[in-house]
């Protein structure tokens, strides 16, 4: 069972990662490009940390604390932008 999860995320993880590649040749203005790639760059670090770091086994105070992290990067780098 945890085997075919694991392998159902490294999939989707491989078909962000070309997403991303696709998105960074295209015709898009370089912000919206940027902020496109920082929500997949998200939705992947939560996959990799979630399911093969294995955070989701970890204490609340862990998943607060990445929860935490990773949209402060992201409000961050809006600004920035």
Excluded: D, P
Excluded at 13 to 25: D, E, G, Q, R, V
Excluded at 34 to 43: C, D, E, K, S, W
Aim: charged share 10%; hydrophobic share 65%.
């Amino acid at each position: 069972m945890t085997n075919k999860i694991f392998l159902q995320v490294w999939v989707v993880l491989i078909l962000l990662t070309i997403t991303t590649a696709l998105i960074s040749n295209t015709a898009l203005s370089i912000k919206s490009a940027a902020l496109l790639i920082l929500g997949i760059a998200v939705v992947k670090f939560y996959g990799v940390s979630f399911y093969f770091m294995e955070v989701r086994k970890a204490h609340l105070f862990w998943k607060i604390t990445l929860l935490f992290c990773v949209l402060l990067f992201f409000i961050i780098s809006l600004l920035i932008l």
